[in-house]
């Protein structure tokens, strides 16, 4: 299957209220597909380069390998010499922000209205028309006014005539000081946001978790040797029996009931959270290195939380991630827990987890496209009208996820909650996805501990037959079935869940 027809099977199933298709086939919407910082309130695309090339695949779509092929030409004017760090191309502005390790960096990639998002944010009473923020572009790439660029059609007397107004417009003498200083302030705003996407920061984390979990969850970030930060969400009694939680695609909501029901059960319980959950400006990482960064996770909360050994209990794709900890820790683990279990080979196949499949098969054949294609998608999927139509769908075919997704769009936060944790956790929702692609389920088999599998009955998604058959080809694999829960663990089925780990849990 080429690129073109996986991204036309994933924007198939991304509909506007009236029911239409959008298609790739616009440039805009493929072009977007590119790896985006955020700048002036909006996505723009964004590539890296190393070793004085741009970090892409071969064989891109025309619309998307056109602007890789120019962010290379300005790559490459920069090895030779090149000084100026915006260059005019197809009517981008590409700004260079290399870093301090030569050959590597950064083309941004701006149209003109990122372009006058940024001057309005810098010169708010500065008013560009159409024809002055084109020729703004090209004094910034410092093309001159009198030769112009190759594919400007205004006269040299017209561009004379509109370098005076765009020089009266921002009040300097001359157009050589509108270059210099309106493009040191694109400059700091392109530094700001790769800077900003580079840098750990929990105060998504921190605002998110203060407005919707209640009194009785915290919001921890412990950093390691490394200085690397590890967010982790506790909850239950300080001196309950301590259990590692590893979340799934996004973090459940709790509510009161469940913090209850921790204390009733004297269960305490860590949460370490992977790259980019709740942390949109976390550097980009690949599954490798995500999984990396949750092994050290696992080992902070246990070393300061749990002791010399600790219970993991992992849930959906999560599990891959226990397993490494586990296949590389062993003395450090006393039982391994896997609930909602994920298995991707015989799954069933519905229309209405066509979104999921898309992505999947993105991510097994072009891993470089994923996470703008989630963007892109979750960018209309998240419209008001939109968001509750596909959550309510996904899950129609169960009655136990239906109920829990009624819940949450209509009890926790009117939807808002799931809403703003997906927007937030992109980037971990990309490397969940290619977790699924191979869970490595039969290095489960050399493990010499116990393994817990809890599933639940009305699970439509790994139907129970599926799980079954797992669990008998573990040797030391138990299954435990959750009646009157499906794949979601919220609610009343996550306080099931509580309630087996309970009885599973040793006793310190």
Not at 225 to 242: I, K, Q, S
Not at 324 to 343: D, F, G, L, Q, S
Request: net charge neutral; proline share 7%; charged share 25%.
């Amino acid at each position: 299957m080429s690129i073109r027809e996986l991204l036309d099977n994933l924007h198939n199933v991304v509909r506007d209220p009236r029911g239409e298709t959008r298609y790739w086939g616009d440039p805009a919407h493929s072009f977007n597909l590119l790896p985006g910082i955020e700048l002036a309130g909006q996505i723009v695309p964004a590539l890296y380069f190393s070793h004085w090339r741009i970090l892409a695949p071969p064989n891109l779509p025309a619309e998307i390998a056109a602007p890789v092929a120019a962010g290379q030409a300005m790559v490459d004017q920069l090895r030779e010499g090149r000084r100026d760090p915006c260059g005019l191309i197809n009517g981008q502005l590409l700004v260079i922000r290399p870093e301090a390790e030569r050959g590597m960096g950064m083309v941004v990639f701006l149209d003109m209205s990122s372009l006058a998002r940024c001057l309005a944010a810098d010169f708010p009473d500065v008013r560009l028309t159409p024809a002055l923020l084109q020729l703004l572009a090209a004094v910034l790439a410092g093309i001159p006014i009198k030769t112009g660029h190759q594919d400007d059609l205004r006269s040299a007397e017209t561009r004379k005539t509109q370098a005076r107004a765009l020089r009266d417009r921002f009040g300097l003498a001359t157009t050589e000081e509108v270059g210099r200083i309106v493009g040191a302030f694109i400059l700091r705003r392109v530094e700001a946001a790769a800077s900003q996407r580079q840098r750990a920061d929990s105060q998504a984390f921190h605002a998110h978790i203060d407005r919707f979990y209640p009194e009785g969850v915290q919001s921890l970030v412990l950093l390691g040797r490394d200085g690397e930060p590890c967010r982790v969400l506790a909850m239950g009694p300080v001196a309950g029996r301590p259990v590692i939680m590893l979340h799934p695609l996004i973090l459940p909501s709790i509510a009161g009931e469940d913090i209850e029901e921790l204390h009733r059960l004297n269960l305490r319980l860590y949460w370490p959270l992977r790259i980019g959950q709740l942390a949109p400006h976390d550097r980009p990482a690949s599954e490798e290195e995500t999984i990396r960064h949750a092994l050290r996770g696992i080992d902070l909360v246990r070393s300061c939380f749990c002791g010399p050994t600790a219970t993991l209990v992992s849930i959906a794709a999560a599990s891959k991630i226990a397993l490494a900890y586990a296949r590389r820790h062993p003395e450090r683990v006393n039982m391994i827990c896997t609930a909602a279990v994920c298995v991707l080979r015989g799954r069933p196949q519905t229309a209405n987890r066509r979104l999921a499949k898309s992505i999947l098969d993105i991510l097994d054949r072009t891993p470089w496209l994923a996470e703008g294609a989630l963007r892109i998608a979750t960018s209309h999927l998240l419209s008001e009208r939109r968001f509750r139509r596909f959550l309510t769908d996904q899950f129609a075919e169960n009655p136990a996820d239906g109920a829990i997704i009624r819940y949450e769009l209509d009890e926790v936060a009117g939807g808002h909650r799931i809403k703003e944790a997906i927007e937030l956790s992109l980037h971990s929702i990309r490397n969940d996805f290619a977790f699924q692609l191979d869970l490595e389920w039969d290095q489960a088999r050399h493990l010499k501990m116990p393994l817990h599998i809890l599933h639940g009955a009305q699970d439509s998604i790994h139907p129970l037959p599926m799980i079954r058959a797992l669990a008998a080809g573990l040797p030391d694999a138990e299954l435990h079935v959750m009646p009157e829960t499906g794949q979601l663990l919220m609610g009343p089925s996550l306080r099931r869940m509580f309630r087996l780990l309970a009885g599973l849990v040793p006793r310190t």
